[in-house]
C-alpha cells in the first residue's frame, strides 16, 4: 500500500540554520503530498501541501517541492527560529477513495538560540 | 470558523466507565476522521465518515464506537478501555470535491488516561 519514509531524528539545529527534513513515498497512484507541524501539547496543523509534479509547496519560510522521479518531498527552510521546534510529519493522501491521509513516522526538531 | 473543536481536553477514565469524546467542525466539511495517536508516534487512522456514513474503520476494537449525528458533529463512545488505549485522539475533517484534495484541517485533540 501507500507509504511515506521520512528521516529519522531528532534533528537539532542552532537558531538561522539551514533545515531539510528528508521525505520519500511509495504510492501505486497519483498522491497529494503534505508537511504538517505538531506543537508540544497540540493537534497537527497543515504546513503546505502539493498536489502535482514540480508544485512547490510553502508557508512560513517552509517549502517543499513535489518530485515524481525521486519520489520525494522534502521539506526546507532557510533561516530556522526557536519557534520552529516541533514535530514535522510527511504525508500522503491518494486521490480516490476515501482520501485517507497516510503519515510518516514523525521528526522531531529542536532549534536552540 | 476554521476550526475543528474537541471536548473534553483531558480525561481520565476507568475501565468500567463510559465516557464519550466530541468534534465539532462548521467549514462545511464532509468527511470526518478519527486518529489516535500514542507518544512519540505518528497519527494512526481509526475511523472515517464521508457524508455521515462510515466509510472505513481500521480494525478499531468494539470498545470504540463511533457516531456521526449530522454533518458537524462526530463522537468517538468510550466503553470498558484498557490502560493501553491512553492517547491523544485526534479528530479531524476535509473538504472533498472530486480529485481535489485541501488536507485535513486537525483538533487539538482529546488527552485521554485510562486507569
Known amino acids: 500500500g501507500d507509504s511515506v519514509t521520512q528521516m529519522e531524528g531528532p534533528v537539532t539545529l542552532s537558531e538561522e540554520a539551514f533545515l531539510t527534513i528528508n521525505c520519500t513515498y511509495t504510492?501505486?497512484?497519483?498522491?497529494?503530498l503534505f508537511w504538517y507541524v505538531q506543537y508540544p501539547g497540540e493537534g497537527l496543523q497543515l504546513l503546505l501541501k502539493a498536489t502535482k509534479a514540480d508544485d512547490k509547496g510553502s508557508n512560513k519560510g517552509f517549502e517543499a517541492t513535489y518530485r515524481k522521479e525521486t519520489t520525494s518531498f522534502h521539506l526546507e527552510k532557510g533561516s530556522v527560529q526557536v519557534s520552529d521546534s516541533a514535530v514535522y510529519f510527511c504525508a500522503l493522501s491518494d486521490r480516490s477513495g476515501n482520501n485517507d491521509m497516510r503519515f510518516g513516522a514523525g521528526t522531531r526538531l529542536t532549534v536552540k538560540p | 470558523d476554521t476550526e475543528v473543536t474537541q471536548t473534553p481536553k483531558h480525561l481520565v477514565m476507568g475501565m468500567t466507565n463510559k465516557k464519550s469524546l466530541k468534534c465539532e467542525q462548521h467549514m462545511g466539511h464532509r468527511a470526518m476522521y478519527w486518529y489516535k495517536q500514542k507518544a512519540k508516534k505518528p497519527p494512526e487512522l481509526m475511523f472515517v465518515?464521508?457524508?455521515?456514513?462510515?466509510?472505513i474503520n481500521e480494525s478499531v476494537p468494539s470498545r470504540f464506537s463511533p457516531e456521526c449525528p449530522n454533518s458537524s458533529l462526530l463522537n468517538l463512545h468510550l466503553h470498558a478501555l484498557q490502560p493501553e488505549d491512553s492517547a491523544l485522539y485526534l479528530c479531524a475533517s476535509s473538504s472533498r470535491t472530486g480529485l481535489s484534495n485541501y488536507g485535513y484541517t486537525f483538533g487539538s485533540g482529546t488527552r485521554l488516561t485510562v486507569v
Open positions: 504510492a501505486t497512484g497519483y498522491p497529494s
Open positions: 465518515y464521508s457524508y455521515e456514513k462510515l466509510s
